[in-house]
Antibody, heavy 120, light 106 residues
C-alpha cells in the first residue's frame, strides 16, 4: 500500500525558514517523480514544486522560485522541501504527491498534508 | 507559464443530471491534462489523466475529452457522493492547476 507521510509543518515568522519532509513507502520511491502541492485555507490547489524520478530535474512555480528548494533522498525514501524567506502568503497545507511515472505527470497518490503557518 | 482557466467556478445540478466542466489552457498542451476530485476535508483524488484515461477504480460515469487547449470533464449521471470541487491540471514542465469548480446538488 502506498503511503506518504508529511512532517515538518508549524508556525514560523515571516522571513523564516522551514523544511518539510515526506516519508514514502509501498512503492519504489526512486523510480517516480514527486511533487509538492499547497492549499491555502479555503482556497484552491496550487502546485509548488516537482522533482523527476529519472534525472532529478527540479521544477518550481514562479511564486516560490528562488526561495524554495525541492530534493529527495532515495536511500531514505524521503522527499524534502526547504522553504526560505517565507511570506504570509505561503501559509497553507502542503501535500506531497507521487507521480504516475518517473517523469513529471499526474499524481495518483497524495499524503494527508502538513500545515505551514507564516505569521508574526 | 501556462495558465489554466476552469468554468464554471461553481454549479448546482440535480441527481442524475449530466454535468460538464471545462478547462482551457493558455497554450497548447497536447493531452497532458489531469482531472482531480477533492471532497470537503479530504485530499485530492486523481480521476483522469492523459485528458481522457480513467484512473483505476474511478466510476465510469466520469469521462474526459479534449486536446490542445480545450478540455472537458463530464459526469453523465450526477450522484450525491460527487459533491466536491474539481480541478484540472496541466503536467509538463509545470503542473499548474485550474481554479476549481465546486459541484453541489440542487
Amino acid at each position: 500500500e502506498v503511503q506518504l507521510l508529511e512532517s515538518g509543518g508549524g508556525l514560523v515568522q515571516p522571513g523564516g525558514s522551514l523544511r518539510l519532509s515526506c516519508a514514502a513507502s509501498g512503492f519504489t520511491f526512486s523510480s517516480f517523480a514527486m511533487s509538492w502541492v499547497r492549499q491555502a485555507p479555503g482556497k484552491g490547489l496550487e502546485w509548488v514544486s516537482a522533482i523527476s524520478g529519472i534525472d532529478g530535474d527540479t521544477f518550481y512555480a514562479d511564486s516560490v522560485k528562488g526561495r524554495f528548494t525541492v530534493s529527495r533522498d532515495n536511500s531514505k525514501n524521503t522527499l524534502y522541501l526547504q522553504m526560505d524567506s517565507l511570506r504570509d502568503e505561503d501559509t497553507a497545507v502542503y501535500y506531497c504527491a507521487k507521480s504516475r511515472s518517473g517523469a513529471v505527470a499526474a499524481s495518483n497518490y497524495w499524503g494527508q498534508g502538513t500545515l505551514v503557518t507564516v505569521s508574526s | 507559464d501556462i495558465q489554466m482557466t476552469q468554468s464554471p467556478s461553481s454549479l448546482s445540478a440535480s441527481v442524475r443530471d449530466r454535468v460538464t466542466i471545462t478547462c482551457r489552457a493558455s497554450q497548447g498542451i497536447s493531452n497532458y491534462l489531469a482531472w482531480y476530485q477533492q471532497k470537503p476535508g479530504k485530499v485530492p483524488k486523481l480521476l483522469i489523466y492523459g485528458a481522457s484515461t480513467l484512473q483505476s477504480g474511478v466510476p465510469s460515469r466520469f469521462s474526459g475529452s479534449g486536446s490542445g487547449t480545450d478540455f472537458t470533464l463530464t459526469i453523465t449521471s450526477l450522484q450525491p457522493e460527487d459533491v466536491a470541487t474539481y480541478y484540472c491540471q496541466v503536467y509538463n514542465t509545470a503542473l499548474t492547476f485550474g481554479g476549481g469548480t465546486r459541484v453541489e446538488i440542487k
